[in-house]
């Protein structure tokens, strides 16, 4: 509780203004609100009540390398998650995460305006920290999971900052309105949650339906969407509508087999909606293959066509960023090919290769994991930053992580 008093939460309230004190009880008198007049089943057990915590703290090293190999630089960032599931009842469970990162090097001492950057939540609730910023060092901490979850059988109601998962392929996902993420942002295995209300509602173990809203100041900058999904023949599909931002959007995924080959795929049609009569929206699709070969080595190969593209900014800020649903990567195409094997039960290996059929851009990503004992990792992995399209953007695309993870 110490950390809430101490986080400057602000609330935005479509209400209006006010104190930091009468924003936060806004917030939580609704969320309480919510949950309370939940129709919950009396004959559920009392003694219910449970707290499980987990977490893991991770050492992650970067070395940023010239192509000749004349500038070294470093940068670390010490990591801590805490991971909280609280049952209150049967039908009622409650989760808080949060993430505290140390980070320090060169990327501190040489980037103006960082701490404004990791201060900037970019969520309808301020949940960010800076604790500390110096010159050479970095101590930042966020909630990224804070959520109520009322369970009945098939229904599920989520309130707070919380994932919500709509995407069927691996790198890239056309279909996840409410919180993309960048492949190449490796060490947030989580990823990001967005503050929204949520619900599902289940009538077979692979159908059901989903709706959600993610909480924005003005009907432009928020999501409201809603999937039904089934089987169909071998496949699961889906079909998502709603509001994207400016955006009236209506789409579909799919996963399955092709012989042996697993077989994904998501496309959605973006369509502007205050010129919804004088002009035409983009696509933007995916689909991607995997297949294990008979010697344990498993390839995968994913197409990306990126109708929205526009150039927003730095392409290198934007790879490692997270994306809008409709302008997934720095370029109109993309490719990804990986393959990975288990070269040991201990030590696996894994080779990935990215880049883009209409702009100059490659990334080579091959990386080895180590479990050294029980709940204790060891991971090496590159990104090799080639192309036209990232020269003279950094004096050292080459990028080597070594990282030490400890889970409890």
Request: charged share 20%; no cysteine.
């Amino acid at each position: 509780m110490k950390f809430f008093t101490r986080m400057d939460i602000r609330f935005r309230s479509p209400l209006g203004g006010g104190s930091l004190t009468m924003n936060l009880l806004r917030g939580v008198l609704l969320l309480a609100a919510t949950i309370l007049y939940l129709p919950i089943n009396s004959n559920a057990q009392d003694d219910a009540f449970d707290i499980d915590f987990s977490g893991y703290v991770k050492e992650l090293g970067q070395l940023s390398i010239s192509n000749d190999f004349s500038m070294l630089r470093y940068d670390n960032i010490l990591h801590h998650r805490l991971e909280s599931d609280w049952t209150l009842h049967d039908q009622l469970e409650f989760r808080a995460d949060l993430r505290t990162r140390l980070l320090h090097g060169y990327s501190i001492e040489h980037t103006p305006g960082l701490k404004q950057f990791y201060e900037q939540d970019p969520n309808y609730f301020d949940l960010s920290r800076v604790w500390h910023s110096g010159d050479h060092s970095l101590l930042h901490s966020q909630i990224d999971r804070l959520h109520a979850s009322y369970i009945n059988g098939p229904f599920e109601l989520h309130v707070g900052r919380q994932r919500l998962n709509w995407g069927r392929t691996y790198v890239w996902n056309p279909n996840d309105l409410f919180n993309a993420y960048s492949y190449l942002n490796f060490d947030y295995e989580e990823r990001p949650g967005v503050d929204a209300i949520s619900a599902q509602y289940s009538w077979s173990y692979a159908s059901g339906v989903e709706a959600g809203y993610r909480i924005g100041d003005t009907f432009d900058e928020s999501v409201i969407g809603g999937m039904v999904h089934t089987s169909l023949a071998s496949y699961d599909v889906q079909f998502v509508a709603g509001h994207y931002l400016e955006y009236a959007v209506l789409g579909a995924g799919w996963a399955g087999y092709l012989r042996d080959s697993g077989f994904k795929g998501e496309l959605t049609y973006f369509h502007p909606e205050d010129r919804f009569f004088g002009d035409t929206g983009h696509f933007t699709a995916t689909a991607g293959i995997d297949y294990m070969l008979d010697n344990g080595v498993y390839l995968q190969g994913e197409l990306l066509y990126n109708g929205g593209y526009r150039r927003q900014g730095a392409a290198l800020q934007e790879l490692t960023r997270p994306p809008s649903a409709d302008n997934l990567f720095i370029a109109r195409s993309a490719f990804f090919l990986n393959g990975s094997y288990q070269l040991h039960p201990l030590v696996s290996g894994n080779l990935g290769f990215m880049g883009s059929f209409d702009r100059s851009i490659f990334i080579l990503i091959p990386q080895i994991s180590v479990s050294l004992a029980e709940n204790f990792d060891f991971l090496v992995l590159s990104q090799l930053l080639k192309g036209s399209v990232l020269d003279g953007l950094t004096e050292t695309p080459n990028l080597l992580f070594f990282r030490l993870k400890w889970s409890y």
